[in-house]
């Protein structure tokens, strides 16, 4: 796994400064470094970190086809590289490495654009074609690998796999952009194509650039999307053997390294069953690796240990406690803009752990995605039931009241949270779903948002982002609408972004079958009802695992990557939180009403409410804002 940068000229004029670049790389050594290089010609300008996971005496980059008109920097893998190199030395092309960096060189001089059509894997990569005077962007079709770009003050192009690096650069715009606030208080995250600066985008995932020199900047171009059509007929026998035969070629494809290997195992369904078709693959021992809690309802480390044994894998596990607490600036450095999941201590951890004993390890991520494996689907689903049957008419002004009257229930189940589901029936489904998954719901928003920001924002709201995706959803299915939903948003934005990061800060490279792109594109197409049958979500890929996993694995409670923030907040880091919260920074930035955060504050210690998920986003948000102080030019 690696970091690009680069620089372009739209013009084809400027000759930039190596030592720019040179800074723009560093700013990425930890995705990379194993080694480094840069190449300097008039208009561009790319920089390359690496770390070396196969061809390791060679694909140093950039990397050059044979008359050095084409020149490519690529963060990522690609599983059927040696298929691709033997077919393109068929058509004449002469490799110097066995590397699959050459692989898309190759691949662009013989197919152009459309050479990653043919790419299965992970990547972001840029090629500089002098004899086209063209720049080709790409990114994979599910987002694994991240890619930022933005025009500079000076009309120059930049781009990068970390934001970071792009704020190395002086000329870059650092103005907040508004909507992005309201999506991070939203979501958790920004989705893409935003980042918190105006000007500074993500490319989104599936999607091209293609720069031509003398041309103004191009629009992103979509070259795949997750098709959830058609439905298959196909019998749950048969539905099962065709999942355990593409899951172990998926796993297998990403078992390719000559570096040590081996997989994160939670003690879930997913990580387990990644766990179980290495196991059958290789001969030795897999490695594995698990992080706990200090607080026992989080901690689910002996259903890993239970999975490690059956495997008899070498398992490894550590313990996150509340002197982690101290990550929080780590986070905010290493995410660069507002990210809000607290499941990146423990994904910090994990990697750090594995780290100590492997370079690559494959990870579950995916499996609620593909096979509804979220409680959210059931419960959406459930009030879908509901919404169908009785028009919105009717709904939005009954339950409408009905939430408006009932008292909030933060501490019971959700089953029971009646003030929750009144205002879900009382929205359309995708409003509903978009209640279901805010972090802050719009009463929140609209409470901790000064007036200041208020007026900024102007009548934006995140709901925008999620009807964007379902104009040009390929399904109307209920659940299939809100699982392409998530594959857009909070699984690239969110999951994936949180575990590049985490596993980039210590050079250990992650990798997904759960999500190969063959994979998710048959998943897509089977019936919902295989997805989440009689309220049990991902039921397929259970009902297909049950010879190769223990029952209890397969059918106990979801627990997730959770951490214990409200008994933190109101234990040891207390004072941590109002001194972060009530501070100048917070306070200073006129972005909040301050007589909202201190009720939130004192809610939460008196017990009288849980507002951890609040408290932490704030949290973040701040030590976003401070570090933003520290950085800025």
Known sequence: MCGVVGLFDLNGQTHFDESVVQAMNESQFHRGPDAGGVHLEQGVAFGHRRLAIIDLSGGAQPLFNEDHSVVVTYNGELYNFEALSQELKDKGHIFRTHSDTEVIVHAWEEWGASCVNRFRGMFVFAIWDRNQQTLFIARDRLGIKPLFYGVLHDGNVAFSSELKALKTLDNLPREIEPTAIEDYFTFGYIPEPKTIYQGVYKLRPGHTLTFKVGQPLPEQKEY????????????????????????????????????PLGAFLSGGVDSSAVVAMMSKLQDKPVNTCAIGFDVKQFDETHYADKVAELFKTNHYKDVVDSDTFTLVDTLATLYDEPYADSSAIPTYKVC?????????????????ENFAGYRRYKWHMNEEALRQKIPLSIRKPV??????????ADWAPRVFRAKTTFQSLARSSVEAYLH?????????????????LKDWLGDYK????????????????????????????YLVGDILTKVDRASMAHALEVRVPLLDHKFIEWASSLPADMKLKRQEGKYILKKSLEPVLPHDVLYRDKMGFGVPLAKWFRGPLKEKVEASLLGDTIRHSGLFNMAYVERVLSQHQSGMR??????????????????????AH
């Open 436 to 452: 279901t998954v805010s972090l802050l719901n719009d009463e929140q928003r609209d409470e901790l948002f000064s007036d200041k």
């Open 610 to 631: 849980d507002h951890s998920v609040v408290i932490w986003t704030l949290l973040m948000f701040n030590a976003f804002l401070m570090n933003e102080m520290a950085t």
């Open 462 to 489: 995140s709901i925008q982002v999620f009807d964007e995706y379902v104009k040009k959803s390929p399904t109307q299915d209920p659940l299939s609408l809100i699982q392409y939903l998530d594959m857009k948003t």
């Open 352 to 368: 750090e752990l594995a780290r100590k004993r492997v370079t690559v390890a494959l990870s579950g991520d995916g499996g609620d």
């Open 399 to 408: 339950f409408g009241l009905l939430g408006r009257l009932y008292p909030k």
């Open 224 to 259: 795949w999307d997750i098709p959830f059509a058609p439905v298959q007929d196909i019998s749950e026998d048969e539905a099962q053997q065709r999942l355990l035969a593409l899951l172990s070629e998926a796993v297998d494809l990403r078992m390719i390294a000559e570096v």
